[in-house]
């Protein structure tokens, strides 16, 4: 794959997140830092990265990371917006503010979901909230001959778990007349603040019999997703985000996780505003 090559393979990555219009925890990791493929955008009617605002709704499944949590059935309805510069996913706001060759650097704003209220489950009574927390970060995206590397890192900037995430992350886009499936792969890295709060840390306060007191520490994640587009026609984009995030032992381990791990999947069609 040459580079023109694969910088097009890219955009269709943000052909299947339009087509979701909303990325959700479990695909994140493989929705990182594309503004880079901007560059070379097109905007032709069979283009699976159409420009501008596209509107929809997407069917969305996933896996709670808790033991007691339930999975999530729903329809979302939503919209995205992708320019040059400039990209709005929802939860989450990319910013190029540089190019260099094969080289794109981003900023990044991300509402990180809460996950888990204590009056969801009977298991997590006198446990605190997890809730939301606003995030900013840094990346970069390269190019290359063997598909599209990301980095990135982000911390809390809302003073709710003062944590940070590393990512890095490896995607192989396959592309068509108008369709892209790309195979993908992620690390992530939590730091431990991060990670007690999100991922399964029970403090002295919160614990209780059948619950001891459990710092998570440092942890990583392994993601792997599968992500596709469709451009039907002129005015239609379909799309497909399939996720998982495997655990390290510090995160399956923590007495309000026992488990490996998380999915997510969506499957949405949104509408290219013209």
């Known amino acids: 794959m040459n580079l023109a090559a694969s910088r097009r393979a890219g955009t269709g990555l943000w052909a ?23 560059t070379i955008l097109g905007d032709s009617e069979t283009s699976p990265v159409p420009q501008g605002w596209t ?15 339930s999975s999530t059935t729903m329809v979302i309805p939503g919209g995205i917006y992708v320019g040059d510069e400039l990209m709005y996913l929802g939860d989450r706001i990319f910013y190029t503010f540089g190019r260099q060759g094969p080289i794109s650097f981003f900023g990044r704003l991300r509402v990180r979901l809460g996950n888990l209220d204590p009056d969801d489950s009977p298991e997590w009574t006198g446990l605190t909230s997890r809730k939301a927390q606003l995030e900013a970060g840094l990346g970069a995206v390269i190019v290359s001959p063997v598909g599209l590397w990301t980095t990135r890192f982000s911390s809390d900037i809302s003073g709710r778990s003062k ?12 592309i068509g007349e108008g369709w892209m499936v790309m195979p993908g792969v ?38 792997p997703s599968l992500i596709a587009s469709w451009r ?14 495997r655990f390290s ?23 290219v505003w013209r």
Not at 194 to 210: D, H, I, K, T
Not at 232 to 245: N, Q, S
Not at 250 to 259: G, H, N, R, T, V
């Open 55 to 69: 509107v929809g709704a997407a069917a969305y499944s996933g896996s709670s990371p808790y033991s007691a949590g």
């Open 249 to 271: 032992s510090p995160i399956a381990d923590s007495p309000l996780i026992q488990k490996t791990g998380r999915y997510d999947a969506l499957v949405g069609l949104g509408y």
């Open 163 to 174: 944590g940070t995430e590393l990512l890095v992350n490896w995607a192989a886009p396959i």
């Open 232 to 245: 039907i026609d002129r005015h239609w984009l379909a799309g497909v985000v399939l996720a998982y995030e």
């Open 16 to 38: 299947a997140v339009a087509a979701c219009l909303l990325v959700l925890p479990g695909a994140a990791a493989h929705a990182e830092g594309l503004d880079a493929i901007q």
């Open 186 to 223: 992620g690390v992530l890295w939590r730091n431990s603040r991060l990670a007690n709060y999100y991922f399964g840390g029970v403090s002295q306060a919160e614990a209780a019999p059948g619950r001891p007191a459990y710092d998570v520490g440092n942890a990583w994640s392994l993601a």
